[in-house]
């Protein structure tokens, strides 16, 4: 059973393959990129800071965070080791690959982050839970704050279902009319605020909304901020 497109080992493959390694983790590279980054940055982040990139994909934030953060503080997760070897191999430079080792990009489909040695104090997880259902959000939640100490911040997009919007009907995000459609139950997924307060505590998170944050496919952000045990 898959639950979206990303579980195909065979899509990623031949994408690779035919040099579509960007495109596949969503295109608008540098925009992306550079949005997350700014965002990170607007919400605190300094290069002192320790960075956890849940779901990196190919390093489109990441190629630009290794360059901002200092040596060794950027850290990746993903379900796809071919993902992650295909973007350390060819989105960093010699003195990208110095400053972000191979084993600081953890393959892993459970959110398992046992490996990260350093506490992370921001992560990041752009276009993931929009493709997976609520209950990956809530494990997800419980394990970040296994590495991640009080204050810490984890910036989330979603798209948003209104509270006025009855949650079963298909919602259109986008710049374009109808670029994107949103449903309850299958990919990409809609979520309710109450839905984020409902997987936000089941761990020592408090949740602030941001909201529109400027991406073009029309996905809010939500920011959740550890507190103490
Ligand atoms: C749309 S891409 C976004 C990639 C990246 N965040 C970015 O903005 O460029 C979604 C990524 O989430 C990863 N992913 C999907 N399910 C995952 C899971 N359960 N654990 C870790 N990564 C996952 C996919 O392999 C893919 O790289």
Known sequence: MSFNKYYSDE???????????????????????????NFLKDQGMAPRDVLLDIGCGTLRLGRLAV?????????????SALLLDTGHERELTDDGRDRLPRAQLIETDSF?????????????????????????LRRCL???????PPTGRFCVTYFECPDAWPVTEPIQHGRKK?????????????YRPTDLLWAAGHGPWRLERVGDW????????????RGRD
């Open 11 to 37: 899509t990623l493959q031949d994408a690779v393959d035919a040099g579509r390694h960007r495109q596949v983790v969503g295109g608008l590279w540098d925009e992306m990129g550079a949005l997350q980054l």
């Open 67 to 79: 360059d901002y953060l200092d040596p060794g503080n950027y850290w990746g997760a993903d379900r």
């Open 112 to 136: 398992d982050f046992s490996a990260v040695t350093a506490r992370v104090t921001y992560a990041m997880a752009q276009s993931v839970f929009s493709h997976l259902p609520l209950n990956h």
């Open 142 to 148: 419980i394990k970040l704050a296994e590495v991640m």
């Open 178 to 190: 109808g670029e994107i459609v949103s449903y309850d139950y299958k990919d990409p997924f809609h």
């Open 214 to 225: 400027g991406h073009p496919r029309g996905q809010h952000m939500a920011v959740f901020v």
